[in-house]
């Protein structure tokens, strides 16, 4: 089945940095890969996806890169603040109408630094 | 925004008892799912649902466990002769057709003394 590795476990950054976390995935059928972001005790909350015909994404401070070949995607925060500080887990899916179930790497705790 | 809800937010049972997690998806959804987060770790997929059956479960997911949407707005996960390995939080999710991503309810923090 697949797998999803994500590194690295922890990222501290000073506020105003740009924070980057790289996760890998094992099955090429998998086209689907959204990013959540899990503050403490609180639910998985997704903040941008990208699907496999699509190499970038952005959404203000967030972009998404995928490299289909290398079956690796990362995640990029711009001008971090720390409200940003959470776990991120990347997560990879082959769904089809359902997008099916989520395959989820191991997590980044990211703590900005004000 | 239509949320995910759960209930309860916090399950305290003995081990070898039984529990029942309860889920309303968003209303509009079809498809549905649980996860579990054992504490410090990542998510990990049980099972899916779609069309009043199964599609897919996990390893996870053996006979201690089952799931039924008894009526046309919840969806449960049952778990028989709970063991302290159990103890998780388990989050359902749902979402519709196309392109539509998974949203996650607030979880349950199933605890087994």
């Known amino acids: 089945g697949e797998n999803v590795e994500q590194h690295p476990s922890t990222l501290s950054v000073q506020e105003g940095d740009s924070a980057v976390i790289k996760c890998t995935y094992s099955?090429?059928?998998?086209?689907?890969f959204p990013w959540y972001k899990q503050e403490l005790g609180k639910r998985p909350q997704l903040i941008i996806d990208i699907r496999s015909n699509v190499g970038e994404k952005k959404d203000q401070r967030i972009a998404v890169t995928l490299n289909k070949t290398a079956k690796h995607f990362s995640l990029h925060i711009t001008e971090t603040q720390p409200e940003d500080s959470a776990v991120y887990f990347c997560a990879a899916s082959k769904g089809g109408t359902s997008y099916g179930k989520l395959t989820f790497g191991q997590g980044t705790i990211l703590t900005v630094h004000p | 925004e239509p949320e995910v809800t759960q209930t309860p937010s916090h399950q305290v049972t003995q081990m070898g008892q039984e529990v029942i997690l309860r889920c309303v998806p968003i209303?509009?959804?079809?498809?549905f799912y649980w996860y579990r987060q054992i504490l410090g770790q990542k998510v990990e997929f049980l099972v899916s649902f779609y069309n009043n059956e199964i599609s897919e479960k996990s390893e996870i997911f053996d006979d201690q466990f089952s799931v039924e949407r008894p009526d046309g707005s919840n969806f449960t996960l049952k778990i028989r002769s709970t063991k302290l390995e159990d103890s998780a939080m388990y989050f359902c999710a749902s979402n519709g057709l196309g392109n539509q991503p998974q949203h996650f309810g607030d979880g349950t923090r199933l605890s087994i003394l």
């Open positions: 209303s509009n959804h079809l498809y």
């Open positions: 099955d090429s059928a998998s086209n689907y």
